[in-house]
């Protein structure tokens, strides 16, 4: 039972992608969330208004981070495997992964903070607050640029030595990755994301799934 459970954790990835997709067709819709130019006045009046949709936004956002650093730890058991030894390598991969949770985390926290601001605390939400908190979200996305690049790269590197997983994944991550990391350019590389996720998540799930049913094999 507890096996068979095992060889079903790296699916998280694909319910992070899931929660992930459906809490930003929810901020864009439901939420109805401003344009990253607008006025902050109708920023202010956004959070004010919308309060309980940006918190339902935010908690399946937060539940898509959640899930993600679930299949980290499916992501980290294949690359350990393959890398071996002291397992360098692995160890950025999954610390980059950590740290990209943290910055998906604070990325959507800025305005979640600023409608709980004004519905639980009764505070009142000027424009300069709510333009401050909207553009305090802008700094972590670029920060999550630069770690999801460290991981996949780290994982690109540690694919390509060990071929734990395909080289071709490895090749097109390491592309990827670096592309990432280039500030100017990397936003266009965002939707290469959830690709990423989905791509990783169903290799790791194979490999994971090879592993059990050879270890259920008899002798």
Avoid: C, H, Q
């Avoid at 950590?98 to 910055?103: D, E, R, S």
């Avoid at 791509?199 to 994971?208: D, H, I, N, Q």
């Amino acid at each position: 039972m507890e096996k068979g459970i095992a060889r079903l954790a790296p699916l998280t990835g694909f319910l992070a992608v899931l929660l992930g997709i459906v809490a930003l067709l929810l901020f864009w819709g439901w939420a109805d969330a401003p344009d990253s130019d607008a006025p902050a006045a109708e920023i202010a009046a956004w959070m004010t208004d919308d309060s309980w949709a940006i918190f339902i936004v935010g908690w399946l956002w937060m539940l898509a981070a959640a899930s993600f650093l679930w299949f980290l730890g499916s992501l980290r058991v294949v690359l350990r495997r393959g890398e071996g030894g002291d397992a360098r390598v692995t160890s950025i991969a999954y610390g980059a992964g950590l740290l990209l949770v943290a910055m998906l985390v604070l990325f959507i926290a800025p305005g979640v903070a600023g409608a709980a601001a004004d519905e639980f605390d009764d505070r009142v939400i000027s424009p300069e607050l709510a333009d401050s908190l909207w553009v305090l979200g802008n700094m972590f996305f670029f920060a999550a640029e630069i770690f999801v690049g460290v991981l996949a790269v780290a994982t690109a590197i540690v694919t390509l030595r060990s071929r734990v997983l395909p080289r071709w994944f490895g090749w097109l991550g390491l592309l990827w990755g670096v592309w990432m990391l280039i500030l100017p350019i990397g936003w266009i590389g965002v939707i290469g994301i959830p690709i990423w996720i989905l791509l990783t998540t169903f290799l790791v799930w194979r490999v994971e799934s090879k592993a059990g049913a050879a270890a259920a094999a008899p002798a």
